[in-house]
């Protein structure tokens, strides 16, 4: 049975699993709404380039095992060797503090699950859950349908947390393809500041489908830093959609690092409120085989006196794909916007694509905004320079790529996050961090 059916038939008994919560209505609705549309395919525009057949006609369980068997020692593994960081670790699932370390006291933090079924939050729930996602496509739809896992945080007014946190996703010990909706909101007050870390592990040999919806309000003032590190297994899917809302003077950025997984899809929505905002979105993506990574960009500049700066940079190996759809709106009123947007790619292989489609939707007249994108292979006068000088032709290519993707990790102002990536980066591309 293909998801689709699969989806409709385990909706009733889902919600029959649930604690009654006033979401009871939304989710209803929300499948309804899927029941109409079902899933895009690639006659859609928005997903012409991905093909999501192999992730649709599988079955999965929509109630993954909560029972585990995760040592500690495989967790050490996974970490950043962040030993001062807050850490949520969450597996199959279900929070577990006993590998977490929570020390954000100053904070609001809950699971989902928990804040969904608790009276004293409905008041948050009402002001923002599901206020700035997408509700006319169908990943938002069957998330709101299904969604009991993840987290909420509210960080108050001029609350600096000064320790990053790495939320951890783990599925293990699933005898079936496992369904996980994940659903996080985080609302960084007036003044506040935090930087997140995410990540998704499939610790199985069967797959995994995450289907995460996240939304962040970044309020006057505040700071907002997002990194998703994406270096999951051949046997794990991600649909991933995050929404970000921004009032004036703030400033919200998400990194993307795309290095795992067999399909990966990301959908960033940068929604502008206020004047003197900056939204700031880099990417770094190598596959290969045949992995396949679409980025997925809007920013909407609502008002005047903004910025939006999106760097994404792909280098493809073997027979992997690559998508980027990058879009720029600017409305009417939005004077005096400035909006950068370049995809660069190198394509390593023959049997390696990419499309890539950065886009303007301009109605103002007195702005600054540029758009760009190549697609090419390594430079031959620059590896001749270097191979000229002694530099072997595997660590000479290695420089190039390195260089190449770096300016894209600029701003990680987190070192152990930085060294990660700079890790992966080597490690993707076969050769020694000593070069």
Known sequence: MALFEQTINTHSSFLGTLQHSFLDENRKTAIQNFELKGFPTKKDEEYKYTNIKEITEKEYNFFPTEEHNISKEQLDALHLGEENFDRIVFINGKLHKEFSKISIGNAEFLSFSYALNDSAHKEAFDKYFNTIANKDLAFTNLNLAYCNFGFFLRVPKNVVIE??????????????????????????????????????????????????????FTYQNAKTDWHKLQNDSDTSYLVDHTFAKQERNSLTTVNTFSFGGKLVRNNLDFIHNGENINSF????????????????????????????????????KDKSHGVFNGKVFVNKIAQKTNAYQQNNNILLDEGASIDTKPQLEIFADDVKCSHGCTVGQLNEDAMFYLRARGISKKEARALLLYAFANDAMQNIDIEPLKVKVSKLLAEKLEVSMEF
């Open 163 to 216: 320790k990053p946190i790495h939320i951890f996703y783990l599925s293990q010990n699933q005898n079936e393809n496992a369904f996980y909706n994940t659903r996080n909101l985080l609302i960084v007050e007036e003044g506040a500041k935090v930087e997140i870390i995410e990540s998704h592990h499939n610790l199985d040999e069967s797959f995994v489908l995450t289907n995460s919806v996240t939304e962040i």
């Open 281 to 316: 979105m880099n990417g770094i993506t190598i596959i290969g085989k045949d992995q396949l990574v679409d980025h997925h960009t809007a920013v909407h500049h609502n008002t005047p006196n903004c910025e939006s700066y999106q760097n994404y940079k792909g280098i493809y």
